[in-house]
């Protein structure tokens, strides 16, 4: 079994700052893409920022416009969203996504975490 943890959601000012993490625990044989959604209030969800595998490629929201940097860790099993200059268009839910083989020969999975809430205000 496999659990992604997030953390670093909170409130803060229009043009502040946030780090979020995530981090992977469980049985873990290899860990694939890892990204970032986010669910605006009454919107659908949809995605932040994505990393590869061995992190040498990343792709982008849209909306982000130079703002975020995803990063990851493979030692800590972790990905970490650095967001800038944050308006209040960026309030909304913040989840960790990726997809993990637990075992040799098993099948990739994909897993989700619950969400950290990211609010900013005027």
């Known amino acids: 079994q496999v659990h992604l943890v997030e953390s670093g959601g909170g409130s803060v000012q229009s043009g502040g700052s946030l780090t979020l993490s995530c981090k992977a625990s469980?049985?873990?044989?290899?860990?694939?893409?890892m990204g970032w959604y986010r669910q605006p209030p009454g919107n659908q969800r949809e995605l932040v920022a994505v990393?590869?595998?061995?992190?040498?490629?990343?792709h982008y929201g849209d909306f982000v416009k130079g703002r975020f940097t995803i990063s990851r860790d493979h030692n800590k099993n972790a990905v970490y969203l650095q967001m800038n200059n944050l308006t209040p268009e960026d309030t909304a839910v913040y989840y960790c996504?990726?997809?993990?083989?637990?075992?040799?020969?098993?099948?990739?999975?994909?897993?989700w975490g619950k969400g950290t809430l990211v609010t900013v205000s005027q």
């Open positions: 990393i590869s595998s061995i992190g040498d490629k990343t």
């Open positions: 996504n990726t997809f993990i083989r637990d075992t040799l020969g098993s099948p990739i999975e994909d897993y």
């Open positions: 469980g049985t873990i044989f290899n860990i694939h893409n």
